[in-house]
């Protein structure tokens, strides 16, 4: 696997943990280590202290989304890809930031941007650190 691989990798991965957000919960058991650590540091989103296993992250996606109809994710600008192969598998980190858009109650579209950056170890994911501008936040990107 050469440089372009490993970015390919990369961003795939970031593509398919977003498909994963906009629900498609079954990634979850393909993209994510058996066992997982997420930092989420936005306001109301404590739930996913505890998320440990894919099986967990697929069931709070899922209610997460019941309790925000319409809610969508997009990857935003340009993946950040720092993998190399260690152990015969892609391992390291892999950032982008991110928008998310829902209704709110009125029916107006709110968009919010944020970053993730996904630790990869032995091709799966096994560290989430998650920021986003929150609840009185901004989109960076238009």
Do not use: C
Not at 101 to 115: E, I, K, L, P, W
Request: net charge negative; charged share 25%.
């Amino acid at each position: 696997m050469n440089d372009d691989d490993l970015r390919r990798f990369g961003v795939g991965t970031y593509d398919r943990w977003t498909a994963m957000w906009n629900g498609d919960v079954g990634l979850a058991e393909e993209i994510m280590a058996p066992e997982f650590t997420l930092r989420y540091a936005q306001a109301g989103t404590e739930a996913f202290d505890d998320v440990r296993t894919p099986r967990q992250l697929a069931d709070i996606i899922t209610s997460w989304h019941r309790s925000r109809p319409g809610l969508r994710f997009a990857a935003e600008a340009t993946a950040v890809v720092d993998l190399g192969f260690v152990d015969g598998a892609p391992a390291g980190l892999v950032a982008r930031p991110y928008v998310a858009s829902f209704a709110d109650q009125d029916g107006r579209t709110v968009a919010r941007s944020g970053t993730d950056t996904l630790r990869v170890t032995g091709g799966l994911i096994t560290e989430v650190w998650s920021v986003s501008s929150g609840a009185g936040g901004r989109t960076f990107y238009r």
